[in-house]
């Protein structure tokens, strides 16, 4: 019971955390343009369960060591932050979509998440502080 007092306090409303992600956009996604694939031409292509599969190979090969998370998000991340390798800066509760929130806050620094459905698209988040 204290264990889950303390994770609670933990992940206070004034915490910020750090992370990085890969974003992959479907036919489902609320806006079906990105900067890489601007007129949504392959994203208009794509199902939730391709994109999952897409990003779980993806996973595969950085937790594998083949590839680094850093270089497969500016290669494939359909979110602007591919640019800087997924990198989102800090953000605290209340900034991001709640399931991608709950999701970051409960990772570990240097932990890498399952697939995670946002309104935006399937993501993997890699939390970095």
Not at 30 to 46: F, L, M
Not at 48 to 67: F, H, N, P, T
Request: charged residues 30%; aromatic residues 4%; contains cysteine.
């Amino acid at each position: 019971m204290t264990e889950t007092k303390n994770m609670s306090s933990s992940r206070s409303s004034s915490q910020t955390v750090k992370a990085s992600h890969i974003l992959v956009k479907h036919q489902g996604s609320r806006r079906k343009a990105s900067w890489k694939d601007p007129e949504g031409v392959r994203i208009k292509a794509t199902s939730r369960d391709s994109a999952v599969q897409q990003l779980l190979m993806l996973k595969a090969d950085i937790v594998s060591g083949k590839a680094r998370f850093e270089d497969v998000a500016s290669r494939y991340s359909d979110c602007s932050s591919a640019k800087r390798g997924g990198d989102l800066g800090s953000f605290g509760r209340g900034k991001m979509q709640k399931p991608f929130e709950d999701a970051t806050f409960s990772l570990k620094v240097g932990e890498m998440s399952d697939i995670i459905d946002t309104d935006s698209g399937v993501h993997i988040i890699l939390r970095t502080a």
